[in-house]
């Protein structure tokens, strides 16, 4: 008598719908298929383990309890303005609720310089996107004051350290600059000044 090995039948995979937590927004490059696990790396993180499925972006979270998109077209021009640049707040205490950083865009017109000016307390970083802007402030770090002018590329980055006095420039006869800047208050802080100083001089800051 030939005995006959019993097996349960196996779920038919097209009709097993595939569970998923995964959320994604209406715009943004497909990221691949592919299961996740504890060890797998973080593309954005190399250094840390993947945690798994996104819970995603929930508008009925306070805004500190979710992540916030902020679309090219949306960014806010009502914030503090310089002669001769317009900028727009994407990252505000306004606009996503932040508390310790502001970030956003600074447009510069062809041929325009703005006002002499600071940040005042903030710390700024600046990312050149497009256009060739150049930044200008006075120093004496070599005894002999003078004005120095940092050329910049599409690609650079500025570090501006509170307080410092500087204008932007853009030299270009046909094409606008475009940055974007970050800096460690919450807003947007702009200082106008009828001219530059070196800082930490008190004689020039109090002669302006």
Known sequence: MTSHAHHPPQPDPARTPERTTERTTETGPETGSGSASATALDGFHPDLPDPGPAAGADSSLPLHARLHHIRAGSL?????????????????????????????????????????????????AIHVVSGHPEFVFLDESNGVREEVRLRTSPGDYIFVPPFVPHREENPSDDEEAVVVIARSTQEAVVVNLPGLYVLGDPGTEAAL
């Open 76 to 124: 806010d021009g009502d914030t503090a303005q310089t002669g001769g640049m317009r900028r727009f707040a994407a990252i505000s205490g306004r606009t996503v609720g932040s508390e310790r950083i502001w970030m956003g865009q600074t447009h510069v017109a062809p041929a325009t310089a703005s006002s002499d000016h600071h940040h005042g307390a903030s710390e700024t």
